[in-house]
Structures are given as C-alpha cells and as structure tokens.
C-alpha cells in the first residue's frame, strides 16, 4: 500500500501498485496502479505521457480535466477515461474526492477508440454502488495479490468499463435519439439537395462534432456516406 504524500493530498488517500506478468501483458487487461485520493487546492498534477490509460470516479467535491479535446469538469457521480499517452492535467475544484485507475493491455487502446466514439465524456454511472463494488474488488487483489488473480483483475476491470460505456451511450439520450430521426427523415426527403453538416447539426440541436459522432453511433455511417 502507498499513502500518498503529494502536496494538496489529505490523509487516509491511498493507493496500491501491481505489476502484470508476461502473459498477463499478452492476454488480459491489466491494472498498474489504483486509487482513492482527497485532495484540496494544491492538488495539481501535469504529464505530457504516462503509458496507460486512466479511469477517473468523483465521490465527492469536483474536479477539473484538461485534455487535448478539451477541458472537462468531473462533478459527483461521474466517471471519465483519459489515454494517458497523451498530454493531460487534473486538479481539484477546491475539493475532491476521486477513484482512479491506471490500465493497459493488448486490446486497451482499442476499447478507449470505442468508448470515444461512442460514449459522453464525462458520463452519469448509473450504478455508482455496483461500480464502486468493482474498484474495491480489484483494489483488493492489487493489494493481496492472491495467487492465479489477473484473469479477476482483467474481469473487474472490464466491469468498471462496461459500467461506464453503459451509463455514457450517446445514444441514451432521448433528445439526441429525436434529433437523429428529425435528420434521417429530412435527408430522406432531400437525397437529390446538398446537405451541409452545419445544417443537419442544428436539425439535431448539436454540435457538428457530436452530431458526427451521434450519427455513427446510431447509423453505423456517417452523414455523408
């Protein structure tokens, strides 16, 4: 077990390491580090990479997230994976309360592609208790250790991102979903007129970025293909 000592990190913040085998790295998704921090103005934490990616859980207060797509607040309740490979910096609001997990694996590059074009950033978990359940299960065995414990570790892990994938689906919103049919039928009516992507976005009430990515996610195309 690690306490941290990180200026703006409160005591009782702890944190755990693990270490995956060879062919652990080659099969599973696996955890390097996991986490629960409080942390106060002061708190402040800048990488331009840090090879994994990350999950990130608010329990309490906010905090702030700087991406190369952009800057996010994580309120209570929410949850938000960021590639890590990539610059990146987060901080507190005044407080926060978070969980957080470093991860790689194989195929975990490909699982963060799909959830970025398919999922909110940052999303509402629908079931916060039963994705606490999942960190707590996996904080245990990275700090146990029990014997024959990745294939668990990589089980956990995929729970907390389904858990996440299916509380961000961008096409869980009714709105969206009404935005995308009002889109389909117009361009149904107009398949002989030029159809600006501009135009189709404020037929939906979205942005043209997320129009896109709404658009695929339902179609399996996008608008102009």
């Excluded at 608010?58 to 610059?87: F, Q, V, W």
């Excluded at 991102?161 to 509380?167: E, H, K, N």
């Amino acid at each position: 077990m690690g306490i941290s000592r990180e200026e703006g990190v409160l005591k009782g913040s702890t944190f755990f390491s693990f270490i995956p085998s060879v062919s652990g790295k080659r099969v599973f998704l696996y955890p390097l580090y996991i986490g629960h921090y409080q942390t106060q103005t002061g708190y402040y934490l800048q990488r331009n990479k840090y090879d994994s990616l990350m999950l990130l859980f608010t329990c309490g207060g906010s905090g702030t997230i700087e991406t190369g797509s952009g800057k996010y607040i994580l309120n209570p309740g929410e949850a938000m994976i960021l590639d890590c490979y990539t610059p990146h910096r987060y901080y507190p609001n005044e407080s926060w309360d978070f969980y957080w997990l470093h991860f790689d694996g194989n195929f975990a590059m490909s699982y963060y592609q799909y959830l970025m074009e398919n999922i909110r950033q940052p999303s509402t978990i629908k079931e916060p208790l039963e994705f606490i359940s999942a960190w707590r299960n996996l904080r245990d065995l990275m700090k146990y250790h029990p014997a024959f414990s990745e294939p668990l570790m990589s089980k956990y892990i995929t729970d907390l991102l389904t858990l996440f994938a299916s509380s961000g689906s961008v096409q869980g919103s009714s709105e969206t979903v009404n935005g995308i049919d009002r889109c389909l039928t117009y361009i149904n009516r107009h398949l002989d007129e030029h159809l600006p992507l501009d135009k189709l976005a404020d037929l939906a009430s979205l942005s043209p970025y997320h129009f896109s990515r709404c658009f695929k996610a339902a179609t399996g195309y996008t608008p102009h293909e």
